[in-house]
C-alpha cells in the first residue's frame, strides 16, 4: 500500500534548474525521514538529501550542497527537490526513499539529464 512516485524530470543544459517532486500515498509522510537517491547505470545509489520528519533539518551530499534544496509539504503528503545550477554530473534517475517499519520503500524514478 505504501507507495511515492516521483515526477518532474527532464532534460535542462548546465546552470538550468528543475523541480522533482515526490507524492506519496499508504502512509503519513509527517512521521518519517525521507531521503532522495540518485544511480547511474551501472553505478551504485548515491544518497543526495534527507529531509528530518518536520522539515525542520536537511542534509546533502558534499556534491549537490548550495545547489540543492530539499523541502516538504506534509499536508500535501509531498517531498521536493530543488535542483539549481545543475551540473551534467547530475545526470542520473533520481529516486524518492524512506523506511517505514524496517521496510525501504522505492519511487519509480525520474530521469534527470544535464547537458552541456
Known amino acids: 500500500q505504501v507507495q511515492l512516485v516521483e515526477s518532474g524530470g527532464g532534460l535542462v543544459p548546465a546552470g538550468g534548474s528543475l523541480r522533482l517532486s515526490c507524492a506519496a500515498s499508504g502512509f503519513a509522510i509527517s512521521l518519517y525521514l525521507m531521503r532522495w537517491y540518485r544511480q547511474a547505470p551501472g553505478k551504485e545509489r548515491e544518497l543526495v538529501a534527507s529531509i528530518g520528519s518536520t522539515g525542520s533539518w536537511t542534509k546533502y551530499a558534499d556534491s549537490t550542497k548550495r545547489r540543492f534544496t530539499n523541502s516538504r509539504n506534509n499536508t500535501k503528503n509531498t517531498v521536493y527537490l530543488q535542483m539549481n545550477s545543475q551540473k551534467t554530473e547530475d545526470t542520473d534517475v533520481y529516486y524518492c526513499?524512506?523506511?517505514?517499519?524496517?521496510?525501504?520503500?522505492w519511487g519509480q524514478g525520474t530521469q534527470v539529464t544535464i547537458s552541456s
Open positions: 526513499n524512506t523506511v517505514v517499519i524496517g521496510t525501504h520503500y
